[in-house]
């Protein structure tokens, strides 16, 4: 058998899902009578962590279920957990605590914890022993699984545990139930090799690997022909997408491949580790009509000690060559990126280089976060003497020196005239609307709810610090 078939779940592996399926659904036809079933998934985390969501929606549909907003309502709760920080995990344990009561209530309801969390031994561990009431617990691998663990957890007298180890699986034709009917998203690869010091994605994910570039196409047209107006490409690092499929293919191949089907819509993608984004994937941006204007771009540290200690490898110079070439080619580029604060070790002349970096890019936005340490990762060994109280400070100034920068980039746009994908209400007073410039800008404007999930163009009139103001052109 080759590496790739056994990366790929089988056809056969498959139908025997459909088979739990078809067996969960009787069971629940029985035990409900002429009532549905209702089920409550909430996944927590990244864009991925809600994509493996909506295949778990989708699977449960087939069993009969239907959903619910509300735990109370629920005779199935599924958190799909996040691990990547702290707070993360504890928002998870606070709100499984909160179903203790809900479940003395309704002894019926079936409790399921998956992702991230799972897949760390000392987290089913803590919930074993502390959390007796959780039913169900299965890891990012046997995602597919699930009409056989609910079969399981619906027939069996014990606890049901699933959570092999693995190196990871790639799963196709799963049923998706997409959470909008405007925005999609799409993994072309999943896991991650790069272990960033601090990250435990690869632990939990697995190792990288890529889909094929027919089915991810096959999809997007599907999608396209269902009136979506914008995909998402997911991965943890696309610029490496393509590595150990027969074909060879790049991500900038494949992005002039999605550019290329018919239709009216936009294409983004992310997370690009800056090790691996080349001059390429700008010219690619550049060339492409249908791939928005936003490079998100993670930089975590403006200091190349802090950086090498992260094993990030790359340096502040060839991220700020790339960014500067970037510029020069597509001047209205925007960037956006992560940041991490406090890292084991981080000097105050460690930071100060972060806020040069950041006043030197003119980053549109940042996703900031305070340094977590992670039980597993390198990083967790290292010596870490800064202060809570250094780490707050610092991330408060970070985020004040991005706020006027942000504010000073958007002045720039009052005047001009951007185009919107309209996505839903907007926050900025009654028969307001929202929606993102190519660039990723949010944008507020007063129109008609009949224009959710089309393009209009809108002429800014007023820059908040989060957002645009402004008024559909005539
Ligand atoms: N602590 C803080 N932030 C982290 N991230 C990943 N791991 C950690 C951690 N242990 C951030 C990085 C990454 C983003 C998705 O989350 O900035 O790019
Ligand atoms: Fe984590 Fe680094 Fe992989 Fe991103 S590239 S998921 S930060 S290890």
């Given amino acids: 058998m080759s590496k790739r078939e056994n990366i790929v779940v089988s056809k056969e592996d498959l139908k025997k899902q459909q088979v739990f399926t078809e067996k969960v659904r009787k069971i629940l036809e029985d035990r409900y009578k002429d009532t549905m079933p209702m089920a409550h998934v909430h996944s927590y985390g990244c864009q991925q962590n809600i994509s493996d969501g909506e295949k778990i929606k989708g699977m449960l549909?087939?069993?009969?279920?239907?959903f619910t907003n509300s735990t109370s309502d629920a005779d199935l709760v599924i958190y799909n957990t996040c691990a990547i920080r702290e707070n993360a995990e504890d928002r998870v344990f606070g709100n499984v605590g909160a179903l203790k009561h809900i479940k003395k209530k309704n002894p019926n309801m079936i409790i399921g914890l998956c992702?991230?969390?799972?897949?760390?031994?000392?987290?089913?561990?803590?919930?074993?022993?502390?959390?007796?009431?959780?039913?169900?617990?299965?890891?990012t691998h046997v995602v597919h699984e699930l009409p056989q663990n609910i079969y399981n957890a619906l027939t069996m007298d014990k606890r049901v545990f699933n959570v092999p180890d693995s190196d990871g699986v790639i799963v196709e034709d799963l049923p998706i139930k997409r959470d909008g009917t405007i925005k999609a998203w799409v993994p072309i690869m999943y896991g991650c090799n790069n272990f960033c010091t601090y990250?435990?994605?690869?632990?939990?994910?697995?190792?990288?690997?890529?889909?094929?570039?027919?089915l991810i196409l096959n999809e997007i047209k599907q999608l396209i022909s269902e009136g979506y107006k914008e995909i998402t490409l997911l991965g943890q690092n696309v610029n490496s997408y393509g590595k150990g499929l027969d074909e060879e293919i790049t991500f900038s191949e494949l992005l002039r491949r999605i550019n290329a089907l018919d239709g009216d819509f936009r294409i983004r993608f992310m997370t690009s580790h800056p090790k691996d984004a080349t001059k390429e994937l700008i010219d690619t941006i550049a060339e492409c009509d249908?791939?928005?204007?936003?490079?998100?771009?993670?930089?975590?540290?403006?200091?190349?000690?802090?950086?090498?200690?992260?094993?990030?490898?790359y340096n502040r110079e060839q991220y700020m060559e790339l960014i500067n070439y970037a510029k020069a080619k597509i001047p209205?580029?925007?960037?956006?990126s992560d940041i991490i604060v406090g890292f084991p070790t981080e000097t105050e002349e460690d930071f100060k280089g972060t806020i040069d970096l950041i006043k030197e890019v003119e980053y549109d936005s940042l996703f900031t976060f305070i340094y977590s340490k992670r039980v597993g990762t390198k990083a967790a060994e290292m010596e870490d003497p800064i202060t809570n109280k250094e780490?707050?400070?610092?991330?408060q100034y970070l985020l004040d020196v991005q706020k006027d920068i942000g504010v000073e980039k958007y002045k720039k746009y009052v005047g001009k005239t951007v185009r919107v994908l309209v996505d839903g209400e907007g926050k900025s007073g009654e028969d307001y609307l929202t929606g993102r410039t190519d660039n990723f800008i949010i944008v507020d404007f007063k129109g008609d709810k009949s224009l959710i999930g089309q393009f209009v163009d809108v002429e800014i009139t007023q820059a908040l610090n989060w957002a645009l103001l402004g008024k559909i052109c005539e």
Wanted: positive net charge.
């Fill in 61 to 66: 549909a087939l069993m009969g279920y239907g």
């Fill in 391 to 395: 780490k707050s400070e610092r991330f």
């Fill in 199 to 214: 990250c435990i994605v690869p632990y939990v994910r697995g190792r990288e690997r890529s889909r094929e570039p027919e």
């Fill in 115 to 139: 992702g991230c969390m799972m897949q760390q031994k000392h987290i089913v561990e803590k919930l074993k022993k502390s959390f007796p009431y959780v039913d169900l617990i299965f890891g």
């Fill in 290 to 313: 249908k791939v928005c204007n936003h490079l998100h771009l993670p930089v975590q540290s403006g200091s190349d000690r802090i950086l090498k200690l992260m094993n990030r490898h």
């Fill in 332 to 336: 209205d580029l925007s960037f956006t």
